[in-house]
C-alpha cells in the first residue's frame, strides 16, 4: 500500500486557495494572508518561562526529536524537567507594545519563531493574534515565481537552526529576515526596530476585545501607580 504524505497547513491551504481564486482574511481561523501578526505575551504562562527563562537549558534537536506544532512539547533536556510556571509581571505589563510577532504565507498560515530551534506553523505561541498588519505583495522586489512564500519558507527554515535570544534574535528577527528575503518595499534593512515601529503605526487590532487585552493591564498598573502616588503625597 502507498504511503501518504500528510498535508501541512500551508499546503491545504493553498489548493483551498487555488480552487476559490481568492484569498480572504478569516480571523476565527486565524488566517491573515501577506501580513504580519502580533499577539501580547501573557501574564502567566509556562511558555514564558521555558522560553525565557529556560532556553539557555535547551540543547539543539537530535535525530529522535519530533517537531510539534507546539512550543510546550518541544523535547526539554531532563535539567529543566522541573520548570514551573511563576506568577510575574508580564513584560506587556509595562510596555504593551511588546509581544510575540509572526509572518503569514500567502494562504494566511502563521510562521512565527515559538522558541529555541523550533518555526510553529499554524499554532501561535501564546495565543491568536490580536493585531496584523497588512502587506501589499505588490511590493515584493525579490525575483522568482511565489516570491513571498519562498522567503517565508526559506526564514523559517534558517530560524529552525537558531537559539531563541529574547533581546538580539527573536521572533522579531525571523519576521525581519523574511522580509529581507523578499526585498519588500526594495528594501534589505527590516529589523526588529522597524518592525516594532510599523507594526505599531499600522497594525489594527482584530476586535475591541484584542484591544482590552493588550492595553488594560497597563492602564490598571498606571492606575494603581497614580493612585499610590496621590495617596502618598496628599499626606
Known amino acids: 500500500m502507498a504511503e501518504v504524505e500528510a498535508q501541512t497547513a500551508a499546503e491545504t491551504d493553498m489548493k483551498h486557495y487555488h480552487g476559490s481564486g481568492s484569498v ?11 501580513c504580519v501578526v502580533w499577539t501580547p505575551i501573557p501574564v502567566l504562562t509556562s511558555r514564558l518561562k521555558v522560553i525565557f527563562s529556560g532556553m539557555s537549558l535547551l540543547t539543539p534537536p537530535q535525530p529522535h ?9 518541544v523535547p526539554l533536556p531532563p535539567s529543566s524537567a522541573g520548570i514551573t510556571p511563576l506568577l510575574t509581571c508580564s513584560p506587556k505589563w509595562f510596555f504593551p507594545i511588546i509581544g510575540h510577532m509572526g509572518i503569514c504565507t500567502s494562504t494566511g498560515v502563521i510562521r512565527d519563531f515559538a522558541g529555541p530551534y523550533f518555526v510553529s506553523e499554524d499554532n501561535m505561541a501564546f495565543g491568536k493574534p490580536a493585531k496584523y498588519w497588512k502587506l501589499d505583495p505588490a511590493q515584493v522586489y525579490a525575483s522568482g515565481p511565489n516570491a513571498w512564500d519562498t522567503a517565508v519558507h526559506d526564514a523559517s527554515e534558517e530560524y529552525k537552526h537558531r537559539m531563541h535570544n529574547l533581546c538580539c534574535d527573536n521572533c522579531h528577527s525571523h519576521v525581519a529576515l523574511a522580509l529581507n528575503l523578499m526585498h519588500y518595499n526594495n528594501s534589505t534593512n527590516w529589523n526588529m526596530v522597524t518592525l516594532c515601529f510599523f507594526c505599531l503605526l499600522y497594525g489594527k487590532y482584530v476586535s475591541i476585545g484584542a484591544f ?5 493591564p497597563f492602564v490598571l498598573l498606571l492606575g494603581i501607580i497614580l493612585t499610590v502616588s496621590l495617596v502618598f503625597n496628599l499626606r
Open 212 to 216: 482590552v487585552k493588550t492595553w488594560l
Open 65 to 73: 526529536m519530533t517537531t510539534t506544532h507546539s512550543v510546550s512539547r
Open 24 to 34: 480572504t482574511m478569516d480571523v476565527e481561523r486565524s488566517r491573515f494572508p501577506y
